[in-house]
């Protein structure tokens, strides 16, 4: 198989069969990764029905959740070091046709990068994001690649991301970007982002409550990636990855004096973020 395809599942019971759908998994050169991690719904139980029985369609049931410890699991332990691209995509999310296709093709046409960014579509922000992302490069965990040389480097490195970073895309642009240096070795031109290769993601709505709740919690989350990427741009900044820890919780004790809320709505979803990261330290 020369590409790879990691889907991340977390409680996607609902979207999982929608975003399988989305996949041309009829590629002969393609093995479909469902990472489904720290599930207690049926997303298992769904991929496997989407899957079809198909051999180059595994998936994987991993008790332990969380994205970016799912993501070292997926980089160090299910590829082979040997793929020409390596796909990262999430299960709520739905891809649209020829993106896969267009990922490599961007890859393969710009050796010089590391990674090429798949373009949001849906959501009165997304000409702004993709605007961006041509602009400032960075990358969208809803839909990006890895060149596969990018990701042997990783490999042979044994970079990992921290297991309870929260946001896996912002760290590995980052990586991408500077070629695994430190961010003084900042070059956008290392991602490229694919016009050919756009995702779907789910919006929030006011018809739906279930909506409501799911935004709640990612502004939490939102709050700890703001305090979180202050400690990473540091590193970064300093060491260049193998500066990382394995967990970040394990640097809150030096850094937690230092944070306070910001300013307006923010406020009260950073107040739950830092109460989250001092219960655990």
Request: hydrophobic share 45%; with cysteine.
């Amino acid at each position: 198989m020369s590409v790879a395809v990691a889907i991340f599942a977390h409680q996607e019971e609902k979207r999982i069969a929608a975003c399988l759908g989305s996949l041309p998994l009829d590629r002969a050169d393609t093995l479909f990764h469902v990472l489904v991690n720290g599930t207690t719904d049926s997303t298992v139980a769904r991929a496997q029905e989407a899957a079809g029985g198909r051999a180059n369609i595994i998936v994987h049931d991993i008790a332990t959740g969380g994205k970016s410890r799912t993501w070292n699991y997926m980089v160090h332990d299910l590829l082979t070091g040997d793929e020409e691209a390596v796909i990262f995509m999430d299960g709520d999310a739905e891809i649209q046709a020829g993106s896969i296709d267009a990922l490599v093709a961007d890859l393969a046409a710009h050796p010089h990068a590391n990674a090429a960014a798949g373009m949001p579509v849906n959501g009165r922000m997304a000409e702004t994001y993709r605007r961006d992302l041509r602009t400032q490069g960075g990358l969208f965990g809803d839909l990006y690649a890895l060149s596969g040389h990018f990701v042997a480097a990783i490999r042979t490195r044994g970079l990992r991301l921290p297991d309870d970073l929260i946001g896996d895309d912002g760290l590995v642009a980052a990586w991408a970007h500077t070629d695994l240096q430190k961010d003084s070795g900042w070059d956008v031109t290392r991602i490229v982002a694919c016009e050919g290769a756009g995702f779907v993601c789910e919006q929030v709505s006011l018809a739906r409550p279930s909506t409501w709740r799911m935004q709640y919690r990612r502004l939490i989350n939102y709050s700890v990636r703001f305090y979180q990427n202050r400690i990473v741009s540091d590193i970064m900044t300093r060491q260049g990855p193998d500066g990382l820890p394995l967990r970040l919780a394990s640097l809150y004790p030096e850094w937690l004096p230092r944070f306070r809320p910001r300013g307006g709505i923010s406020a009260w979803f950073d107040r739950k973020a830092l109460a989250r990261m001092r219960g655990a330290v």
